[in-house]
């Protein structure tokens, strides 16, 4: 896979996200819409890894994103489980350590189930 670095960034870094989303119902007493499962709506557990060269040919690595067992437990048929995948460039900042550069990155939802 190639990496499209435009702004020739030196570092850039793999996040993953995996978020939940309740399904709807319209509660009239409160005259909106209110989630199902309220309490896995809009939850979501991220894993971010290590900043590397943009230079360099990085070796194959795996992420591993899980929602803990609470939430797990959660989950029924009216929860949609979102995963996505993104990408952050960084640069060196005042402090000699890297820090990720706003709207240089990209992001995907790779699945909704």
């Known amino acids: 896979m190639d990496l499209q670095n435009i702004q020739r960034l030196p570092y ?7 978020g939940t989303v309740s399904d709807m119902y319209y509660d009239a007493v409160v005259n909106n819409y209110v989630p199902v499962v309220s309490d896995l709506h809009g939850t979501s557990a991220l894993t971010i890894g290590e900043w590397h060269s943009s230079q360099a040919v990085v070796p194959d690595h795996t992420l591993t994103v899980q929602m803990d067992a609470t939430q797990a437990a959660l989950l029924t048929d009216e929860v949609s489980v979102v995963l996505s995948i ?4 960084g640069m060196v900042g005042f402090t000699g350590e890297t820090v990720e550069v706003k709207h240089a990155g990209s992001g995907k939802v790779l699945d909704v189930r």
């Open 86 to 89: 993104g990408v952050e460039f």
């Open 12 to 18: 850039f870094r793999i996040l993953v996200s995996l």
